[in-house]
């Protein structure tokens, strides 16, 4: 076993070991035995049994190490996404400029035609700031159309949030992961050998 997960498992049979000692199914059975081993002895005890307590939950750390291998292998694509996601923003935000600079543009053009027509005999003039404006203007509502049908893909497409995401996330199956195991390492391991060492009585118990 890697250092790592040697190092994790034992803390998480520590952990479980004071979870089941504090527990009232413990403390019961305690107070029904003639003779019970002081919380000392029973954590050496436990110890010294790592590997057999451990054993009992062995197929939930199997799905715990996948579980976690699957995440890490996730999280490398995900920022990946996420950074094509904020490469995308600058073209978003580019495209959202352009009608809007379009509209004021054709806005400013087609006035301007219209009150040099009222104030000027060249004819011309105000039609080209009117012809202007009004390739401006076209250009806008083709750029707003592309844009409208863009959002609404998007969002028949959005990934869901954190709140709808929630526990199906490969983070979150990976918590449920170690939560079955640590039961199970409770449940079927530690509790049993505990509840066991009252039965038994050793000399080193009775001093």
């Not at 076993?1 to 998480?12: T, V, Y």
């Not at 292998?73 to 995308?88: L, N, Q, S, V």
């Not at 509502?141 to 995401?165: E, F, I, M, T, W």
Request: net charge positive.
């Amino acid at each position: 076993m890697p250092h790592a997960e040697m190092s994790e498992s034992s803390a998480a049979l520590e952990r479980t070991l004071e979870q089941a000692l504090r527990s009232r199914e413990f403390r019961d059975a305690a107070g029904r035995s003639g003779h019970v081993p002081n919380a000392v002895q029973l954590r050496t005890r436990a110890r010294g049994a790592r590997r057999a307590i451990l054993a009992k939950a062995d197929e939930e750390h199997s799905r715990y190490l996948r579980a976690r291998a699957v995440a890490a292998a996730y999280r490398p694509r995900r920022r990946c996404a996420d950074a094509a996601c904020r490469t995308g923003g600058g073209a978003a935000l580019l495209c959202t400029l352009v009608p809007v600079l379009s509209a004021v543009t054709a806005e400013v053009l087609l006035l301007t035609g219209l009150a040099l027509a009222a104030f000027t005999e060249r004819q011309y003039l105000p039609e080209a700031f009117m012809t202007v404006g009004l390739i401006a203007a076209t250009v806008a509502v083709g750029s707003v159309l592309p844009n409208l049908a863009r959002l609404s893909a998007r969002a028949r497409h959005r990934h869901p949030g954190p709140v709808a995401a929630g526990r199906h996330t490969p983070d979150g199956t990976v918590e449920q992961a170690r939560a079955a195991w640590h039961m199970a390492l409770l449940e079927r391991g530690v509790m049993p050998f505990l509840l066991g060492c009252l039965t038994e009585v050793r000399p080193e118990d009775t001093g």
